[in-house]
């Protein structure tokens, strides 16, 4: 192999090929890797570590214990005579594990992270030469890393890093004290050293040492243990890879206002996708506990001090812990009324309205899928309490939930909310939820088939695949064809087109207008005239494969369904959210068997658990929602077609039949009792009403 040749051999340890096949990443990974992963540093990495004015070094100490140390020199202080070589003319803080273990033939893991820029490098090396003044690496891997996760920070030296600087002796610890869990608690970055060795069973040995990084709170600290959230990254999981076969960590946390630095040390236990907390925490989709064995807290061992600058975006889509466990808290709530505040209100278009809404009780607000609704119960003056669903146009990521509302001739909710609701007025909502939604990893692109109003989910669903290609970097092709009747009724063209311009040609925009004016121009004021048709979906789409998304009146619902179907698109592949009682007309696919529903009772007493009554119930009565209507109820409900899921009721004992087949999820343990009734073989059945 010579200097500049690749790994004849996969890069990847055991370890990090079975995190790899966690996440079915493995084969793609193993050529990626063969690339990207250099035995020696390519021309722009050297420059790179050239002009570092401190690096971050991973290293194992006599006892097997991992650390991550900054090593701090200022600028030039690392030159890079080969490819295969690194000198860093530095030495480590006093105190620091590092002062140690750096011998010849040591494996030691680099970092090279320019804070101010977010660029970073990696390299897992070993010591070739130790000098009066510092030491070299031989490369054994280089890499680079992605920027994501990094706040920025402006660096300025306090003092000449080679000079001797007046310090405290460093401090011991085996127990973190409070200013110790105070100071975690408040971090937005620190570093994790972790390894392998033969000791763990494999051939190979190294050390890796990455950066990671949230909102302030992303790491939570009980007693001596420290839970991380583990986010979408590389798919190296050269840390995650090395935890499953050696799973101890050094961790760092510096303290950039007084160049203090906290050292700990310990062991770990992985929290897979499935586990509760990981699951809470929005963007996590792993995570890991850190128990401390032992730390150091070195004062003033930084000779530099940094100004924050800004938050990385990737941080501030994801959550911290306070935030995900008030969420955990909230979620049990998710099928109770709770009061918003109305923050902000916009007009989007004529006849559209949009209403922000956030949370006054201290609790975060629930997350949802992209293109969801919200069932908000309002009481306009002299009509009672009434309850509608509106669909979510904010994406999930978005600090507030946002719903556009278009005012409907007649219509008592929509056109109270549009002239009483002002901000600071509070409304009542239940969570989210519907089964209209993207999956922004898909990899199978969509189109997104809108009429009037019917844009709000799309507009949700393009916010969220933007906000998914820059968390996950994967944006799934969307082309969205929005009709209106003119421009003036159009709505969020302009959030679409800056949707369009960010995404590097993954998005199109197709605004098609009914009945253009005269003074507009085609290409510049919209980009088709009419309706949509044959011809619309043929001049911007190539014959691919597609999942379509309809949402809007009935009418132009089932236009497009059955545009689609004598197109040959399969039902399967056309996904629809209706508003109100119109429930698309569908022509399953021949070989697609649909769930046999069981037969209605002829006879069955139903008992209302919350209110205290039962009834008798037999073939021909109306369904649960009438019987209870009947009989004095106020359940909830908004569409009474099985579309909305407003009415979701838990079902305790006993099984129903649906007369009208719901397009709403349901729960296993809920029915929509707006279309179900008693079923055959159900002498009674219980609701939780
Ligand atoms: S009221 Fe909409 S699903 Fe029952």
Partial sequence: ?????????????????????????????????????????????????????????????????????????????????????????????????????????????????????????????????????????????????????????????????????????????????????????????????????????????????????????????????????????????????????????????????????????????????????????????????????????????????????????????????????????AEEQRNTWRTLRVAKIEDESSVIRSFYLEAIDGQPLLSYEAGQFLTIRVRPDGTGSQIRTYTLSSAPADPAYRISVKREPGGIVSNHLHDNLIVGDTIEIKAPKGAFYIDALEKRPAVLLAGGVGITPMMAMTRHVLNEGVRKRYLRPLTVFHAAQTTDQRTFAQEFRAAEAESNGKIRYVSVIGHPTEAEVAGEDFDASGRIDVDTLRAYLVLDDYDFFLCGPSSFMQAMYDLLRNLGVADARIFAESFGPAVLSRRVDAQVQLPAQPPEAEMSVVKFEKSGFEQKWETGDGTLLETAEAHGLTPDFSCRAGSCGSCAVQKLSGEVAYRTPPTAKVATDDVLICCAVPAQGSSTLVLDL
């Avoid at 860093?88 to 140690?100: C, H, I, K, S």
């Avoid at 995650?240 to 946390?253: C, D, E, R, S, T």
């Fill in 1 to 329: 192999m010579t200097d500049q040749a690749p790994f004849p051999q996969s890069p990847f340890h055991a370890g990090e090929q079975e995190a790899q096949d966690r996440v079915g990443k493995r084969a793609s990974m193993e050529a990626f890797g063969k690339v990207a992963i250099r035995p020696f540093m390519p021309e722009q990495h050297r420059v790179f570590f050239e002009q570092l004015p401190f690096v971050v070094l991973g290293s194992v100490d006599e006892q097997g214990w991992p650390w991550a140390s900054i090593l701090t020199g200022g600028k030039g202080f690392i030159t890079s005579p080969s490819s295969k070589r690194l000198n860093l003319a530095a030495r480590p803080a006093p105190g620091d594990p590092l002062q140690t273990s750096l011998k010849t033939g040591a494996p030691i893991g680099l970092l090279g992270i320019e804070i101010p820029t977010r660029r970073r490098n990696r390299m897992n090396a070993q010591v070739i030469e130790k000098t009066d003044g510092g030491f070299s690496l031989g490369v054994m891997q280089s890499f680079g890393n992605c920027p994501q996760y990094i706040q920025t920070r402006d660096i300025e030296f306090i003092r000449d890093p080679a000079a001797p600087a007046e310090k405290s002796a460093p401090i011991s610890f085996t127990e973190l004290d409070q200013a110790a869990i105070d100071f975690i608690e408040g971090s937005d970055t620190f570093f994790v050293s972790s390894y392998i060795s033969p000791a763990n069973g494999l051939t190979a040995e190294g050390v890796d040492v990455s950066h990671r990084g949230g909102k302030a709170g992303f790491v939570k600290v009980d007693g001596n243990t420290l839970t991380i959230p583990d986010y979408s990254g590389n798919n190296f999981f050269n840390t995650i890879g090395n935890f499953l076969v050696n799973p101890k960590a050094g961790l760092i946390f510096p303290d950039f206002e007084t160049g203090d630095l906290l050292m700990l040390t310990g062991t770990v236990e992985l929290l897979w996708e499935d586990h509760p907390e990981v699951i809470a925490f929005k963007g996590a989709e792993r995570g890991w506990r850190f128990t401390l064995d032992h730390g150091l807290r070195l004062s003033d061992a930084l000779p530099f001090r940094s100004q924050f600058g800004e938050w990385s975006p990737n941080s501030l889509m994801a959550d911290d812990w306070a935030t995900s466990d008030a969420r955990a808290k």
